[in-house]
């Protein structure tokens, strides 16, 4: 099993901003986090506001922490909200139920690492995420 | 009145996380907290996401904070959230609103401790949580 | 690279316990981290005092967070203590600087963890977590 | 007054990067903040420890809360320690007071931000912090 590397933390980086991008996107910030909830990588475009940071970290955190993407818990969160709040209470780096964060795989499936966008509508901020780990060749 | 033992919480542990296996759950995490709800035993299976150390104390957590299993304090959430909020926040390990916290007590009926377990559906958390404590001796 | 199981973690959390009765400690409270610094075993003995957890959790946190034993934590807390009050507040599950907190490596000289021992003396807390170590087959 | 962008972040990360390799100096972090303190690039190379992106952040966070490089602020800690502890605790970031935190300054001498490094000797995180800047076409 292997550790996700700065090298590939970067490429998801790229790739996700250029997909950004490529959508006509507002400014994106992305936060790219190791097995353990680590920041590895990361980048906020100009013109981006404050939380921006914050809110891309949570969004891999919380994905790491209870194991699924920040879309589901998105929806766990409209079925549960008070045991996300509880969750996201724990979690030291937060967690921002919405869409754009997503576990990172590695090639036998295992978790190595999660990616979290914001910026555009959750959807979109998701479809850069995903875009971000296709070209880093790992898996999500 | 008598304390949990490490014998005891251990025996909990073991024996809830065996009844994971029995019913083909996914990964548990198992924490035995004594009556001032301080950690006694805790493990978590392999392949589990990072905040279920955090899940399970917070489970057991809760029940010793309000005196009620965490099945309890989840239906309690659904009809008075902002009082489950706010009793989060005022306890140090925070109160997770769901099903697998349950409280411990002795043969005298007194509270000695609680197990809290996460990591699949609450139901299937708080049976293993039941058959930890009902191979240890004691009640709950 | 490999990543610290619950049956290492547990071998680990019984041999330093046994040391610890061997050695004639006072109870001790022993606290097995995974490479992200996340709990997978604990164990605290009958008659310890309430802080353990924490304290056992944070000299292990802390050496994963700065890279180095907390004995050598301990030593720079001499040398630069505000540098280490610092990082301590900075660290989610804080740092101790004083003995008894070992990184866990694998064969290959990669960190995949790490234990936290107190109760005793710290440099008895740390015999124990060197025999626990030791007795699980990994390397510190 | 200008704002730092993300291509210029970007250029003073990869540039410190490449400072340390060329120093043959240890895994290093390097975190670059807009003159808000809000973070706009990070990077942490390979074997790093788990606090690196807090440490780098601080580096940075503290000299653009104090307005003075983090090593002019490890000469304050010497000298008014209990004054460094009290402002650390005020800054959301925290403050780390050791070499390797350094204001980044425009052509016209303002304050744009301020670049973190962290993971060698301190005198040495320096070095590749003022190489990154100087790489940048910034001042410091």
């Known amino acids: 099993m292997s550790r996700i ?63 699924v993407s920040s879309r589901v818990i998105g929806e766990m969160a409209i079925e549960r909200p008070t045991f996300i709040n509880a969750a996201a209470g724990l979690n030291a780096d937060g967690i921002v139920p919405a869409a754009g964060g997503v576990l990172i795989r590695d090639s036998a499936g295992l978790v190595i690492g999660a990616v979290g966008v914001t910026g555009d509508l959750s959807d979109n901020d998701e479809k850069a995420a995903l875009a971000g780990i296709a070209a880093s060749g790992l898996a999500s």
């Open 5 to 67: 590397t700065l090298d590939q933390a970067q490429a998801i980086v790229a790739a996700a901003l250029k997909e950004g991008r490529a959508l006509g996107l507002k400014p994106l910030s992305v936060a790219v986090l190791d097995a353990g909830g680590h920041l590895v990588a990361f980048a906020r475009e100009d013109n981006s506001s404050n939380l921006r940071p914050q809110i891309a970290t949570a969004k891999a955190s919380g994905a790491l922490a209870l194991g």
